[in-house]
C-alpha cells in the first residue's frame, strides 16, 4: 500500500552510463516532482509535471530529462552519468496546492 | 523568491529537554511553511504545516511549530526529547495559492538525543 514508490532504492554505476530511476504514486495526485539531495543533506527541487505536462524545470543538466507517462508515473532518465550526479533522488507528489509526499529516495552513486 | 535559513546545522539535546530548532524564512507571497523528518536513509515524512488560520500547528509525534509572521520565523518545538527523535529536520517554505508550488528547502538540521 505504497504511496510514493520509487526504483531502484540503490544504483551503482559507472561515469558515462545512462540509467533511469522511477516513481509511481498511487494517491490519485496530479502533480509530481523530483528533488536532487546533495551529500550534504542539501534537498532542491528538479522538475514538476502536472498532468503529464512539465512545469517546473529548475537548472538542471540536459542530461537529466524526466518523462510523465501518466498522472501517476514521473521518470528520470540520466545520460553520461558524472560523479557529481552522485546523491540521492527523491520523487514526490501533491494535489493541486496540498501537502507534498515524498517517495523513500534512490541512492546513486557514480564511480 | 523563497528562502529559508535554519540556525544550527546540529542540535543536541538531553532526553526529556526542550527541543527547540530554528526555521527562518523569506518569501515574497503568503508562504505555506512545513516541517519534515528524515530519519537514516530514509525519505520525508511530514511532521506538521501551515497553511492558513490558526498561528499554532500541532504535528505527530508530540511536535509544535508557531507561524509568526512579523519575526518571520517557523520555530519547531516539543516539550521533551525522546531518544527516537533523532533525525534531520527540515524547514520549507511554498507558495501559497499556487497550483504547482515547488519547495525550497532549507539546509537541515541534525538533532541528537543523548541518555
Known amino acids: 500500500d505504497t504511496a510514493v514508490s520509487q526504483t531502484p532504492k540503490y544504483l551503482v554505476t559507472q561515469m558515462g552510463n545512462d540509467k533511469s530511476i522511477k516513481c509511481e504514486q498511487n494517491l490519485g495526485h496530479d502533480t509530481m516532482y523530483w528533488y536532487k539531495q546533495d551529500s550534504k543533506k542539501f534537498l532542491k527541487i528538479m522538475f514538476s509535471?502536472?498532468?503529464?505536462?512539465?512545469?517546473i524545470n529548475e537548472t538542471v543538466p540536459n542530461r537529466f530529462s524526466p518523462k510523465s507517462p501518466d498522472k501517476a508515473h514521473l521518470n528520470l532518465h540520466i545520460n553520461s552519468l558524472e560523479l557529481g550526479d552522485s546523491a540521492v533522488y527523491f520523487c514526490?507528489?501533491?494535489?493541486?496546492?496540498?501537502?507534498?509526499?515524498f517517495g523513500p529516495g534512490t541512492r546513486l552513486l557514480v564511480l | 523568491a523563497q528562502s529559508v535559513t535554519q540556525l544550527g546545522s546540529h542540535v543536541s539535546v538531553s532526553e526529556g529537554a526542550l527541543v527547540l530548532l530554528r526555521c527562518n524564512y523569506s518569501?515574497?507571497?503568503?508562504?505555506?511553511l512545513f516541517w519534515y523528518v528524515q530519519y537514516p536513509n530514509q525519505g520525508l515524512q511530514l511532521l506538521l504545516k501551515?497553511?492558513?488560520?490558526?498561528?499554532l500547528v500541532k504535528g505527530i509525534n508530540g511536535f509544535e511549530a508557531e507561524f509568526k509572521k512579523s519575526e518571520t520565523s517557523f520555530h519547531l518545538t516539543k516539550p521533551s526529547a525522546h531518544m527516537s527523535d533523532a533525525a534531520e529536520y527540515f524547514c520549507a517554505v511554498g507558495a501559497s495559492g499556487g497550483s504547482n508550488y515547488k519547495l525550497t528547502f532549507g539546509k537541515g538540521t541534525l538533532l541528537t538525543v543523548n541518555p
Open positions: 501551515y497553511t492558513t488560520g490558526a498561528t
Open positions: 509535471y502536472n498532468n503529464k505536462e512539465l512545469i
Open positions: 514526490a507528489s501533491n494535489r493541486q496546492g496540498e501537502t507534498q509526499y
Open positions: 518569501s515574497s507571497v503568503p508562504p505555506y
